[in-house]
């Protein structure tokens, strides 16, 4: 069974920095992306940023030049370095892992707050 453990959310200031941290145990190594959603209420979820297995990075465009992600697919850790961050980065943020075999999972969310 795979199962996915965030870590670092919180509340931060207009212009402040988090860092959030995601693992993920069962899956062995048929990986073929990891990454983060995020979802604020009352839109849908969005891809923030994915990093595939050779190691090629996407992001979305709101986030380009701010957030990085990192991490290493083959051993099931991401993490996603978040800079200047802005009060629309509210938003709950969810870890994934796309399984070869077994399809697409989720972490349990993690709250970012971005205060004015």
């Not at 190691?55 to 290493?72: A, C, E, L, P, Q």
Request: hydrophobic share 35%; net charge positive.
């Amino acid at each position: 069974q795979v199962q996915l453990a965030e870590s670092g959310g919180g509340l931060v200031q207009a212009g402040g920095s988090l860092r959030l941290s995601c693992a993920a145990s069962g899956s062995g190594f048929s990986i073929n992306s990891m990454g983060w959603y995020r979802q604020a209420p009352g839109r849908q979820r969005e891809l923030v940023a994915s990093l595939n297995l050779g190691g090629m990075t996407n992001y979305h465009d709101s986030v380009k030049g701010r957030f990085t992600i990192s991490g290493d697919v083959a051993k099931n850790t991401v993490y996603l370095q978040m800079n200047s961050l802005k009060p629309e980065d509210t938003a709950v943020y969810y870890c994934y892992l796309d399984h070869v075999v077994r399809g697409v999972h989720w972490g349990q969310g993690t709250q970012v707050t971005v205060s004015s």
